[in-house]
């Protein structure tokens, strides 16, 4: 169960990196970097394939950025989530948001099992402050229903 405590944890962090970040301003690695970053966040956008991505210098791998981060949004195939999510835990990444769509349940038991705190079926951007547009519009409605994490 992912509870509130998770979830506001995460977004208090202004400091993460985005792995799955996109060139491509269709896909959501694309989107969730720009938003993260115009709301105030110090992102750090991963991506193998791409040198940089919306002016920012893009790093292959978690390894590779130039300082220790506390937190990983993760928007990548649940293929490759479990490789994230191991490459996070010897990053010494302490908070993971699988962002929906990226969650398998090999990453979700292994970032349980080494004391990362997860989070995941939940959309990043109806958290991070401040929330705005559709995504503050669905985070009414989620609440109406009783849905958000608790």
């Known amino acids: 169960m992912i509870t509130k405590t998770a979830v506001e944890n995460f977004v208090a962090q202004r400091t993460l990196a985005v792995v ?7 896909k959501f690695g694309n989107m ?15 991506n193998p394939g791409a040198q ?11 390894l590779s950025l130039p300082e220790r981060v506390d937190n990983v949004l993760v928007v990548v195939p649940p293929a490759e989530t479990e490789r994230v999510v191991r490459e996070a835990a010897a990053a010494g990444v302490r908070r ?7 969650a398998s349940e090999a990453a ?3 970032c349980e099992a080494h004391d990362m705190e997860v989070v995941h079926g939940e959309c990043i951007l109806m958290f991070a402050q401040p929330v705005a547009s559709f995504h503050k519009w669905h985070r009414w409605v989620w609440k109406a229903l009783g849905k958000l994490p608790r």
């Open 96 to 102: 993971v948001w699988l962002q929906q769509g990226a």
């Open 32 to 46: 969730a970097f720009k938003a993260l970053r115009d709301k105030g966040y110090r992102v750090f956008p991963v």
């Open 52 to 62: 940089m991505i919306e002016g920012e210098h893009c790093y292959p791998n978690l």
């Open 20 to 26: 799955g970040a996109s060139r491509d301003g269709k």
């Open 108 to 110: 979700i038991r292994f």
